[in-house]
C-alpha cells in the first residue's frame, strides 16, 4: 500500500464545487488502495480578505497577530474538504499544521520548519482515514501559531511527503505542469515532462510562479520525487528528481521572469575590508531577502553597490540602509523600482559553450538595454526594464528554440 501526499493550491478548492471535485479526485486515489495524505492551501481570495480586514482595524497589524488570523483560512478548507469526503461515504480527518506535528522556529509570517513528527497523522491512515493537514502553517516549541511565508502549503506537501517516506508527492495545482515560460507571456511555450531538481530550484528563485524555491530545496535536500500536475484534469504532468544522465543535452530548459523588483545601490561605499559585510548583516538583521548582488570596480578608494530584492522589501531595507551607510561613510543609498528579472536556466550549460553570448544578442537585437548580470553554473540572470519584459521573454524564448 502506498502513501501518496497531495497539494491543491487555492485555485483548485476556491469554491464548493471544487472542493468536491478534490474530494473526488481524494477518493479515487484512497480507493486504488493507497494511504492519502492532502495539504490545501486557503479558498481562492480568502488570504486576500483577511489581509484586507487586518488594514481595516489596524495600519500596522503585528506580525504574530497576522499569523493567527491568515491561518484560519487554510483551517476553513481543511475541515470543508473533510466534511466533503465524509458525505461521499470516505472516512477523513482534518488536521492543523500543529496537530500534524509541524514544528518551526518563531520567525512570523516566514517561519522555518525545524521538525516534523507524524504521529497523529499515522494514526490516523493507520484506521484507514484520509488526512487533510493545512498547509502553511506550524507551531512553534512554545505554542504559538506560525506561518510559513509564499509557497508554504507546497513546502508543507514537501516536508510531510519527507517525513512520511511517502512513495509519491503531487503538487495539484491550475495548470498541467511546469513550462518553459509562463504561457500567459509566451503562448508558444511547451510543458516539460522531466527536470531536475537544480534547474526547477534556478527556475523558482527566478520568478517561475509555480514553486517556490524553498520547496524545491527541502525536496532536494530529503530526495523527494514530486510531479507538478493540474487538479483539473488527469493528464501527466512535470515530474522533478535528482539529475540523470541525458539531462545535459538540453542546453537550455526554460525561461523565468520576475517582475516587481527592486535595484538598490549604495553609492561611494569605502573600498576597506568588512564594508560588504556591514551593509548585508544589516539587511540580514531586518529580514531582507536579498537576490543579483553587483559591485563596481574600486575607483579612488570608493565602489558601488547594488542589489536587487522584491520591491515590497523596500520599506525594511531603506531604514536598515540609511542606518549602515551613516555608520560606513558611504555617499548614500538610491532606490528604483520598475526593473524586472529574466532567466535562462539549464543544467546543458555546464557543457556547452556560448549560452551568455547567445542571450545578450538576442536582447541586443530587440533593443532590450541590460543593467545588471548574474551568472551561475546552470543560469544567466539578467535585469531589465519591467516594461519591456514580456517582449524579453519572447525574444529570448523563440531565440533557443523552445517553442512546442
Known sequence: MATIVQKYGGTSVGSPERIKNVARRV???QQAGNKVVVVVSAMSGVTDSLIKLSRAVSDQPSEREMDVLLSTGEQTT???LAMALQGMGAKAVSLTGAQAG???DGVHTKAKIFN???????AHLDEGAAVIVAGFQGQTAQGEITTLGRGGSDLTAIALAGALKADKCEICTDVDGVYTCDPRIVPDARKIDTISYEEMLEMASSGSKIMQSRSVEFASKFGVLFEVRSSFNQNPGTIVKEETPGMEDVVIRGVS???NQAKVTIEGVPDKTGTAAKIFNALAAAHVVVDVIVQTAPHEGK???SFTTNKDELEKAGPALEAVAALIGARGVTQTAGVAKLSVVGIGMRTHSGVAAKLFDLLASG????????TSEIKIAVILDENSIAEAAKAVHAGFGLAG
Open 27 to 29: 477518493l479515487e486515489t
Open 78 to 80: 481543511i475541515a470543508l
Open 102 to 104: 509541524i514544528v518551526t
Open 116 to 122: 516534523i513528527t507524524p504521529k497523529q497523522i499515522h
Open 257 to 259: 521572469i520576475e517582475r
Open 303 to 305: 565602489t558601488d553597490i
Open 367 to 374: 533593443g532590450f538595454n541590460i543593467q545588471m548580470i548574474s
